[in-house]
């Protein structure tokens, strides 16, 4: 499984790297940076194309090939979900604000329990999200909740959740391609799998990218090929700074910044 291949990459990352835990970084400066990385994040999602035209048209591509591919499970997935009431609150919920959670306690927890560990797989984060931004505004991709035949959880949930509508943040809607919130869930399985003592932490860390992938395709946010491409973006940028690092035994910590 990937995630457990990859839990050989931190903890020898970290065997490594054992002399270098004075090298933390500073937690105000990690704390500058993430602000810095996710303000243009965010107006770069705002300012995207919402020309729904070619949007629609690359959805459209999208479930063809997943037709041909026999990946095309949007669809019933939506329906199981559909007027199932816990079945909407609880993806709704995890879809609208989970990874908004997680992510940033993975981030915590890597730092203090891992410093020597932090810097590369911070970097593989925010290389991974900053190639997603570019798929965001080269390929601008309607979800499936803005084709006809899918039920948009989201909406169905607002009245006891706090997104009234899908504009109510003021964030593209046509960022389907690549699925961040598969990417960074991986990310976040990635590291817990490396950090995990048990087995049953193990598992957790394994669960929690299925689950999401799951809720976000439930919910007609994304299609199956949107979660794929979140996750390969992610292990690219895994074995780039993380795993290859490891293989080329260098001595400083590698990061973006």
């Known amino acids: 499984m990937v995630l457990e291949a990859h ?3 931190l903890r ?6 054992a002399s270098h835990r004075s090298d933390r970084p500073s937690w105000r400066r990690e704390i500058l940076l993430v602000i810095a990385f996710l303000v243009p ?4 999602r705002m300012v995207a194309s919402d020309d729904r035209g070619p949007a629609l048209a690359h959805a459209r591509a999208i479930l063809g090939l ?3 591919l026999g990946l095309h499970v949007e669809a019933p997935l939506n ?4 007027g199932v009431r816990w079945a909407e609150l609880a993806t709704s919920f995890w879809y609208a604000g989970l990874h908004y959670l997680v992510t940033p306690l993975v981030l915590i927890a890597l730092y203090r329990f891992a410093p020597e560990r932090y810097r590369p797989a911070r970097s593989a984060l925010m290389l991974a999200t900053a190639v997603a931004l570019v798929g965001y505004l080269a390929y601008p991709t309607a979800p499936p909740r803005m084709l006809p035949g899918y039920v948009d959880t989201m909406i169905a949930t607002a009245d006891v959740g706090w997104w009234p509508d899908h504009n ?5 809607q046509l960022a389907a391609m690549p699925s961040m919130h598969v990417g960074w869930a991986l990310w976040c399985g990635l590291v817990l799998a490396g950090l995990a003592r048990h087995r049953w932490q193990r598992l957790l860390a394994h669960a929690y990218p299925l689950v999401t992938t799951v809720v976000v395709v439930a919910t007609a946010n994304h299609w199956t090929l949107d979660a794929v491409a979140g996750a390969v973006l992610v292990l690219g940028a895994w074995w780039l700074l993380v795993h290859r690092r490891r293989a080329v035994r260098a001595p400083e910590p590698v990061g973006l910044l």
């Open 7 to 9: 839990r050989t990459d």
């Open 12 to 17: 020898a990352l970290g065997d490594h790297t």
């Open 41 to 44: 994040y965010d107006l770069i």
């Open 66 to 68: 997943e037709r041909h």
């Open 79 to 82: 329906a199981a979900v559909t």
């Open 168 to 172: 109510s943040a003021g964030l593209n």
